[in-house]
């Protein structure tokens, strides 16, 4: 029995496998396959189209180029350049700053295809890198003159002005810079939004001296002639100015100069008003000279004005800070005046080697820039 049993076992096992091996039936030909779901599959990343680079001298005009470091405690301290367009009419400007704006200056500048030679600081381990850039900007002041050249290779400034810089403990100094992108712009708003707006013409109506117009050169302006207004302004024409508000539902205005030298100032909303051009008083004399500050020693510049002013300024590391100002005269025999706001009175004296001297002391800066000034201060010829 047991016998009959394992051979029975065997053949139902001899049929599986052979039903397991009998191939499946397929579509009858001629016919149409049934149509198979797509699979999702991932998108693929396309490769980025290459694209001309674009001109140097082109690219320049509303770029801006930075070198920071960071300072213990305080930040990152960064110097830049920011080359505005020619788009108002006075010639293509630059701005740069330093330490946080605190020293800046602004004017006008070319660019050309002509080398020139630079050794800068490419970090602050004292190490340097020497080469020709390309192309060379030319710095001018809003008078003009030659302030500095620069170098510049589409996408490095070489900053080698001796002018137009500052002490490199206040952030200057003869470096490379980068070509500052959004992201870097964004990450310190302190420093690129903070660019001081440098005035490049002001107006005041003279009846009234609280109604002005200031022209800055980064192309902003303050309108206060009616109410406070602020928008970007572009010469139109010689001797007009046309005025944009930034809210558009704020009144513009034009400018146009007049024949006795005036400005007719009219607003979108036809409002009038004349101004006059308020312009900057020359310097008559200056007088250096020199007072202990911080274990060193800082220049005094004593500047008198020819509308009677006058400024006195110290100069340390880099930074100048008025310290006080009054008013000034002189008689014929060429002796000086001086009423100061801090000082008090104080009247030149001869000697020195410029033949006259203003020994000018204030214990009244100690509260400003912690040190009493005492400096003998001579003319300064030429």
Same mark, same amino acid.
Request: a negative charge; glycine letters at 10%.
């Given at each position: 029995?047991?016998?009959?049993?394992?051979?029975?076992?065997?053949?139902?096992?001899?049929?599986?496998?052979?039903?397991?091996?009998?191939? +499946?039936?397929?579509?009858? *030909?001629?016919?149409?396959?049934?149509?198979?779901?797509?699979?999702?599959?991932?998108?693929?990343?396309?490769?980025?189209?290459?694209?001309?680079?674009?001109?140097?001298?082109?690219?320049?005009?509303?770029?801006?180029?930075?070198?920071?470091?960071?300072?213990?405690?305080?930040?990152?301290?960064?110097?830049?350049?920011?080359?505005?367009?020619?788009?108002?009419?006075?010639?293509?400007?630059?701005?740069?700053?330093?330490?946080?704006?605190?020293?800046?200056?602004?004017?006008?500048?070319?660019?050309?295809?002509?080398?020139?030679?630079?050794?800068?600081?490419?970090?602050?381990?004292?190490?340097?890198?020497?080469?020709?850039?390309?192309?060379?900007?030319?710095?001018?002041?809003?008078?003009?003159?030659?302030?500095?050249?620069?170098?510049?290779?589409?996408?490095?400034?070489?900053?080698?002005?001796?002018?137009?810089?500052?002490?490199?403990?206040?952030?200057?100094?003869?470096?490379?810079?980068?070509?500052?992108?959004?992201?870097?712009?964004?990450?310190?708003?302190?420093?690129?939004?903070?660019?001081?707006?440098?005035?490049?013409?002001?107006?005041?109506?003279?009846?009234? *001296?609280?109604?002005?117009? +200031?022209?800055?050169?980064?192309?902003?302006?303050?309108?206060?002639?009616?109410?406070?207004?602020?928008?970007?302004?572009?010469?139109?024409?010689?001797?007009?100015?046309?005025?944009?508000?930034?809210?558009?539902?704020?009144?513009? *205005?034009?400018?146009?100069?007049?024949?006795?030298?005036?400005?007719?100032?009219?607003?979108?909303?036809?409002?009038?008003?004349?101004?006059?051009?308020?312009?900057?008083?020359?310097?008559?004399?200056?007088?250096?000279?020199?007072?202990?500050?911080?274990?060193?020693?800082?220049?005094?510049?004593?500047?008198?004005?020819?509308?009677?002013?006058?400024?006195?300024?110290?100069?340390?590391?880099?930074? +100048?800070?008025?310290?006080?100002?009054?008013?000034?005269?002189?008689?014929? *025999?060429?002796?000086?005046?001086? +009423?100061?706001?801090?000082?008090?009175?104080?009247?030149?004296?001869?000697?020195?080697?410029?033949?006259?001297?203003?020994?000018?002391?204030?214990?009244?800066?100690?509260?400003?820039?912690?040190?009493?000034?005492?400096?003998?201060?001579?003319?300064?010829?030429?």
């Amino acid at each position: 029995m047991k016998k009959y049993l394992a051979i029975l076992l065997a053949l139902v096992l001899c049929i599986s496998m052979l039903a397991a091996c009998t191939p +499946q039936p397929t579509e009858p *030909a001629g016919t149409t396959p049934k149509p198979t779901e797509p699979q999702p599959t991932e998108p693929q990343p396309t490769e980025p189209q290459p694209t001309e680079p674009a001109d140097p001298i082109e690219a320049l005009p509303g770029s801006i180029y930075y070198y920071g470091f960071p300072v213990e405690g305080i930040g990152e301290m960064i110097q830049f350049y920011h080359f505005y367009p020619d788009n108002l009419g006075i010639g293509a400007v630059f701005y740069v700053g330093y330490a946080w704006n605190q020293i800046y200056y602004s004017g006008t500048y070319t660019v050309a295809e002509e080398p020139i030679d630079y050794t800068v600081s490419i970090d602050r381990e004292g190490n340097t890198e020497t080469g020709t850039a390309p192309y060379t900007i030319t710095l001018y002041g809003w008078d003009g003159a030659e302030l500095d050249k620069i170098g510049y290779d589409g996408e490095h400034v070489y900053n080698i002005a001796v002018n137009v810089n500052s002490d490199p403990m206040a952030g200057g100094g003869v470096v490379k810079q980068n070509k500052a992108t959004a992201e870097i712009i964004e990450a310190y708003p302190d420093t690129f939004a903070g660019e001081k707006g440098i005035p490049y013409m002001n107006f005041v109506n003279p009846e009234d *001296a609280s109604s002005t117009v +200031q022209l800055n050169t980064n192309g902003t302006y303050s309108d206060l002639v009616f109410f406070a207004v602020d928008g970007t302004w572009a010469k139109t024409a010689e001797g007009e100015y046309t005025l944009t508000p930034k809210d558009p539902t704020d009144d513009g *205005a034009v400018m146009k100069l007049q024949e006795d030298g005036s400005y007719k100032y009219t607003s979108t909303s036809g409002s009038e008003v004349i101004l006059q051009e308020v312009k900057e008083a020359a310097v008559s004399f200056t007088f250096a000279g020199k007072t202990p500050f911080m274990e060193t020693e800082a220049d005094v510049i004593i500047t008198c004005l020819d509308d009677g002013t006058c400024t006195v300024t110290i100069a340390a590391f880099g930074m +100048q800070m008025p310290i006080d100002q009054g008013t000034w005269s002189a008689n014929a *025999a060429f002796t000086f005046t001086f +009423q100061f706001e801090s000082a008090g009175q104080i009247v030149s004296e001869y000697g020195g080697e410029t033949g006259v001297q203003v020994t000018y002391a204030n214990e009244n800066t100690v509260s400003t820039i912690g040190a009493a000034v005492n400096a003998v201060c001579g003319v300064v010829l030429g």
